[in-house]
């Protein structure tokens, strides 16, 4: 178990790495920080929607017809590859040529997958990447879906969901995260400890 925790270790410093010297930077963006003079006194006060105005009913969660499609997306992609990853990575927006520094096994685009949610976010090319690196076994989502989307967020974890049941034990996240710090520049990594939703 200690071999596998120091190979993680070395693979996510080698990610860092490669990333902040390939020219694989985040996508630029800019916030800019003020004050509403229009907003609510309380941001706890909730409007109440209007009484002509019907509320969407909540969809059931159907448990089976989700494992049943969590299944269907194994079975496609292990008639593909009978690659086993260790280790699942997913990268946000900007960071997708990262991939191509691997020793890529396979590439499946998700659109080829029959029940993947696929996206249409810009930045996001929309294929699942067997690879290796340093005798890792490696699934890279390059792209992935976004609640804002209009994804249930059942659809949102649904890949990596696919991923554990082809057997990655261990994931890491990337994306572009904007922050009002002056003192982050554009490439910095940081740990996102909190974010607003």
């Known amino acids: 178990m200690k071999r596998i925790h120091s190979k993680l270790f070395c693979f996510i410093l080698i990610v860092m790495l490669m990333l902040s010297f390939s020219g694989c930077s985040p996508v630029q963006s800019t916030v800019t920080a003020g004050t509403d003079s ?6 706890n006060q909730e409007d109440p929607a ?9 969809k059931d969660f159907d448990s089976d017809d989700y494992y049943a ?4 997306c194994v079975d496609q992609i292990r008639a593909r590859s009978d690659f ?7 990268l946000g927006s900007g960071l997708g040529k990262y991939a191509e ?3 890529i096994v396979t590439t499946i685009p998700y659109d ?3 029940g993947w949610p696929t996206t249409s976010v810009a930045g996001h090319s929309g294929n699942l990447i067997f690879a290796t690196m340093d005798g890792l076994n490696i699934a890279v ?19 990596l969901r696919v991923l554990h049941l082809l057997g990655a034990k261990t994931v890491v ?4 995260v904007g922050a009002i710090n002056e003192d982050f520049a554009v490439g910095d990594f940081v740990v996102v400890e909190d974010h607003i939703s």
Do not use: C, W
């Open 38 to 43: 229009e907003s609510p006194a309380s941001d």
């Open 141 to 159: 989502m390059q792209g992935r879906v976004h609640y804002y989307e209009g994804y249930d967020m059942q659809d949102v974890v649904f890949p």
């Open 101 to 103: 520094k691997l020793n």
């Open 50 to 58: 209007p009484d002509d105005q019907e509320e969407e009913p909540v």
């Open 69 to 72: 499609r969590l299944s269907g």
């Open 173 to 176: 996240l990337t994306n572009a």
């Open 112 to 114: 080829e997958i029959n």
């Open 84 to 90: 086993e990853p260790d280790v699942a990575l997913v």
